[in-house]
């Protein structure tokens, strides 16, 4: 089995920064993806970054520029860096692992973006 656990949501204002992270434990094999997807209000869930365990990255069109996935692979652990955030960022940010077909969830953090 495996556990994530997520941190780092909160309330920012428009044009701010945070940074979540996602520290997976239990069973982790060495190849895998990791990332992230959010969920807004009334939306679907969306992926918005994953990085895989040779570091190559992907990302949304709608973050891409703003936001920075990065990994340690020694603490199972995950990060986005998310900088000029805008209200429409404000979802529900969930993280995951997919390794040899099977993929887990974090329960989520919520990013809130207002003044």
């Known amino acids: 089995q495996v556990q994530l656990v997520e941190s780092g949501g909160g309330l920012v204002q428009p044009g701010g920064s945070l940074r979540l992270s996602c520290a997976a434990s239990?069973?982790?094999?060495?190849?895998?993806?990791m990332g992230w997807y959010r969920q807004a209000p009334g939306k679907q869930r969306e992926l918005i970054a994953r990085?895989?365990?040779?570091?190559?990255?992907n990302y949304a069109d709608s973050v891409k520029g703003r936001f920075t996935i990065s990994r340690d692979s020694a603490k199972n652990t995950v990060y986005l860096q998310m900088n000029s955030l805008k209200p429409e960022d404000t979802a529900v940010y969930y993280c995951?692992?997919?390794?040899?077909?099977?993929?887990?969830w974090g329960k989520g953090t919520l990013v809130t973006v207002s003044s």
């Open positions: 995951y692992i997919d390794q040899r077909g099977d993929r887990y």
């Open positions: 239990g069973i982790i094999f060495s190849t895998n993806y």
């Open positions: 990085i895989n365990s040779g570091g190559s990255t």
